[in-house]
C-alpha cells in the first residue's frame, strides 16, 4: 500500500479522498493556489505545498508544479480527483515516467476513451450498443448533410473531445446544419484545441442513467449499479440519484452486462463510469466513459455502502477487486449545492460565507469544503458541496432531502438551495416523471 499521496485536485473532492487516507492509514500531500490557502482540504492534509496562482493554468493544471510537490514531499501515488487532471494522458504518462503511481487508468485507457469517436468505434466492436450515427469526423457541410438525411431528423453534433455540452448542437431540419455545424467547430475548437465533431442520432425524451464500474490490474470488471442523472441544466448534472426510478431489474441486468463489457474492452483499471442514454422504450444507447471518480460517486456509496476512494487506491496498489456485481440496498439522492442564483438564471455568486450550518440527523451526509467566513472564488466551479440523503424507499429519500435542504443555511452569496427545495416538491420529480429536458419547463416560483 502506498504511504503517502498527493491529492492533485482542490475543494470537497480533496478533502474526500483525504478523509478515505487517514482510515486507511496513508499520509497525504495538499496541493493548492493562491485563492485556495484557507479552504479546508489544506488544513486537513499531512503537508500542504502552494503551486501557484488563481487561475487554473498556473496551479491545479500546471503538471511541472504539481509534479514538483509530488517530489519534495516524497509522495508515492497521485490521486487527480475528477475534473482537471483526472483524465489527462499525458499527466498519467508524465506520473508513470517518474516514478509515482497514477491512481487512475493508464495513459492509452484513458486515450482510448476520451477520444469519443474513438471510444464508439471500441464500442462497437465489443457489442455494446450505441446511438445510431456516423463513425468518423465530419469533413464538410456537405457531408453533414447527407449523414443526416440517412440517419433521419433530429440529429445532434457532437465535440469529439467535449465535455459539459460544449461543442453540441441539435439540429431539427436541413436548413440548420450549416450554421450548426459551423458554430459547434468553432466552439470544440476554443474549448479543446480539437475542432473535430461527428454526428448521431438525436435521441428524445432520453433518461440518462450511468454504470459504476471497477476494473483491477486482472481482467476482473464487475458494476456497482446505476445512477439516474437526467436532472440537468445545460447538459450540467444538478440532481443524482440512486436506483432510478426508470429501472428494473431487466434493464439494469443488460446495462450493467454491457457496462462491464464496455470496460473489458480496454482491460480497464481503476473505477469509472459508462454512461448511457435510454429512450422511453427502455433502449439504451452508449454515450461515453469516464475514467475518473465522478462527483456523484456518494449516490452509489450511500446505496451500496462501498467506499468507492478506498476501492480505487486500492485497485491502484495492485489489490484484485472481487468481482461482485452490487444492487442497491436503499434509495439515495444528492444535491449539488453551488454557489449560484436560481433566480437570476444560475449566475455565478462567487463570495464570502458569512453563515452557515450544515443539515444532519438520520439519513443525512454533507460532503463540503465549505465553512463560515471561507470565500468562494471565482475562478472555478461553483460548487460548494453535495447534500445526499438515503433511506428505504425514493419517497423517504425525497422527503429527508427536502427537510434536509430547510436546514441548510448559506449566508453571503446566492446559492441553488431554492431551486432543490422547489424541485423536491414537485409532482412530477416525485412521480419519476422526468428526462434530461425536464428544466426546460422549469420557472423558479
Known sequence: MFKKILIANRGEIALRVIRTCREMGIKTVAVYSTADKDSLHVKFANEAVCI????????????????????????????????????????????????????????????????????????????????????????????????????????ILKATAGGGGKGMRVVFEESEIEKAYTNARAEAGASFKNDGVYMEKFV?????????????????????SERDCSIQRRHQKLVEESPS???????????????????????????????????????????????????????????????????????????????????PQLHAIEC??????????????????????????????????????????????????KLITMAQTREEAIDTMHRALSEYIIEGIKTTIPFHLQLMKNEDFRKGNFTTKFLEGFTME
Do not use: W
Open 336 to 385: 449539488r449545492i453551488n454557489a449560484e442564483d436560481p433566480y437570476n438564471d444560475f449566475r455565478p455568486s462567487p463570495g464570502r460565507i458569512t453563515v452557515l450550518h450544515q443539515p444532519g440527523g438520520h439519513g443525512v451526509r454533507v460532503d463540503s469544503h465549505a465553512y463560515a467566513g471561507y470565500v468562494i472564488p471565482p475562478y472555478y466551479d461553483s460548487m460548494i458541496g
Open 52 to 155: 501557484g496562482k488563481p487561475q487554473s493554468a498556473d496551479s491545479y493544471l500546471n503538471i511541472p508544479h504539481i509534479m514538483a510537490a509530488a517530489e519534495i514531499t516524497n509522495a508515492d501515488a497521485i490521486h487527480p480527483g475528477y475534473g482537471f487532471l483526472a483524465e489527462n494522458a499525458k499527466f498519467s504518462q508524465i506520473c508513470a515516467d517518474h516514478g509515482i503511481k497514477f491512481i487512475g487508468p493508464t495513459p492509452a485507457m484513458i486515450n482510448g476513451m476520451g477520444d469519443k469517436i474513438t471510444a464508439k468505434e471500441t464500442m462497437i466492436k465489443a457489442g455494446v450498443p450505441v446511438v445510431p450515427g456516423g463513425e468518423s469526423l465530419l469533413e464538410s457541410v456537405a457531408e453533414a448533410k447527407s449523414l443526416a438525411k440517412e440517419i433521419g431528423y433530429p440529429v
Open 204 to 224: 428524445e425524451e432520453p433518461r440518462h442513467i450511468e454504470i459504476q464500474i471497477a476494473g483491477d490490474q486482472y481482467g476482473t470488471v464487475a458494476h456497482l
Open 245 to 327: 426510478p426508470f429501472m428494473d431489474p431487466e434493464l439494469r441486468r443488460k446495462m450493467g452486462e454491457a457496462a462491464i463489457k464496455a470496460a473489458s474492452a480496454i482491460n480497464y483499471e481503476s473505477v469509472g463510469t459508462i454512461e448511457f442514454l435510454v429512450d422511453k422504450h427502455k433502449n439504451f444507447y452508449f454515450m461515453e466513459m469516464n475514467t475518473r471518480i465522478q462527483v456523484e460517486h456518494c449516490v452509489t456509496e450511500e446505496v451500496i455502502n462501498f467506499d468507492l476512494i478506498k476501492e480505487q487506491i486500492k485497485i491502484a496498489a495492485g489489490h484484485p477487486i472481487s468481482g461482485r456485481n452490487y444492487e
